[in-house]
């Protein structure tokens, strides 16, 4: 998938990011592929940041200099960072699927009240 060949660690990690990426999106092509090795290569203050539709190429100012449609093959993620120093994927947030810590302190409340009363 992409034309260059990894010489050292650092090349090679970031190869494996960018086939890491690929595998989240099904219209990620070749040429797309080399640009985003390329732009992580140029500088280890650039990144990609993508979500389910855009792709954007951000340097090390934070300004979006370029940025792709994307098809993702699933909705299990919200987001996908990559930079020099690591790959991280947030997952899909679905508040229908959440669980609440709510609850009631009227228990506590109420042995305070009966403990000051004790008094």
Not at 20 to 49: C, H, K, P, Q, R
Not at 89 to 104: E, F, I, Q
Request: with cysteine; hydrophobic share 25%; glycine share 6%.
């Amino acid at each position: 998938m992409i034309d260059k060949k990894p010489k050292t660690y650092n090349e090679i990690v970031r190869l494996k990011k960018c086939y890491t990426l690929a595998n989240y999106y099904s219209n990620i092509t070749e040429n797309m592929f080399n640009e985003i090795y390329d732009f992580l290569a140029e500088s280890e203050d650039n990144s990609i940041v993508a979500n389910q539709n855009i792709l954007s190429f951000v340097d090390g100012t934070g300004k979006v200099v370029k940025t792709f449609s994307i098809v993702p093959k699933n909705t299990s993620f919200d987001r996908i960072d990559i930079s020099d120093r690591g790959f991280s994927v947030t997952p899909h947030y679905d508040p229908s699927s959440s669980s609440s810590w709510g609850g009631s302190s009227g228990n506590n409340n109420n042995n305070n009240n009966n403990n000051n009363n004790n008094s």
